[in-house]
T-cell receptor, first 114, second 116 residues
Framework: AQSVTQPDIHITVSEGASLELRCNYS??????LFWYVQSPGQGLQLLLK??????LVQGIKGFEAEFKRSQSSFNLRKPSVHWSDAAEYFC????????????FGDGTTLTVKP | GAVVSQHPSRVICKSGTSVKIECRSL??????MFWYRQFPKQSLMLMAT?????????EQGVEKDKFLINHASLTLSTLTVTSAHPEDSSFYIC????????????FGNGTRLTVT
């Protein structure tokens, strides 16, 4: 079955430090990959997406993600975290064969220390 | 672009009553809409998938008679929680995608339902 794994449930970083959130996907074919961010009590906002081509994709709010086929990974990075980045982050995969449905990871909660 | 509007953002209702939640795509045609339920500190749980003009497809374990979904147009889907009970209290989120294979999901801001 298709699955998306976010190994880190909770990450704490200091403001100004770099950030990497991990995401691994399963399945034979390469899916479309997305990262979303959710602030408390809100819906999800798209940060970036990967379909094909350049494996390093740039997103909003200074985030980027790198697709590595050999590792089935799509890790999210930010060079310098701001206190406003504290939120829940979800990695998601979309497979054309899954009736239009996306598969979500369990999410990673990011806490930013002053 | 690609804005999804979800209303209401919060609703409190009494046990036994029904509540309707609307999800509208404001600037694109949503061929497919999804309804999720999210428990505190958890990921999204897909409840059902709706395609315009056809019956919704419910995930296993979701009561279709309790959670009525209508996708009457390319810009509007509704979720009606019928005969609500306190255990139905949750955060409900809709999302929509257009017909392109590479379309991401566009999410509404969610509805916090509290059943008293």
């Amino acid at each position: 079955a298709q699955s998306v794994t976010q190994p880190d449930i909770h990450i704490t970083v200091s403001e100004g430090a770099s950030l990497e959130l991990r995401c691994n996907y399963s399945y034979g074919a390469t899916p479309y990959l997305f990262w979303y961010v959710q602030s408390p009590g809100q819906g999800l906002q798209l940060l970036l997406k990967y379909f094909s081509g350049d494996t390093l994709v740039q997103g909003i709010k200074g985030f980027e993600a790198e697709f590595k086929r050999s590792q089935s990974s799509f890790n999210l990075r930010k060079p310098s975290v701001h206190w406003s980045d504290a939120a829940e982050y979800f990695c998601a995969a979309y497979y054309n064969t899954n009736a239009g449905k996306s598969t979500f990871g369990d999410g990673t909660t990011l806490t930013v220390k002053p | 672009g690609a804005v999804v509007s979800q209303h209401p953002s919060r609703v409190i209702c009494k046990s036994g009553t029904s509540v309707k939640i609307e999800c509208r795509s404001l600037d694109f045609q949503a061929t497919t809409m999804f309804w999720y339920r999210q428990f505190p500190k958890q990921s999204l749980m897909l409840m059902a998938t709706s395609n315009e003009g056809s019956k919704a497809t419910y995930e296993q374990g979701v009561e279709k008679d309790k959670f009525l979904i209508n996708h009457a147009s390319l810009t509007l889907s509704t979720l009606t929680v019928t005969s609500a009970h306190p255990e139905d209290s949750s955060f409900y989120i809709c999302s929509a995608r257009d017909g392109r294979a590479d379309s991401p999901l566009h999410f509404g801001n969610g509805t916090r339902l509290t059943v008293t």
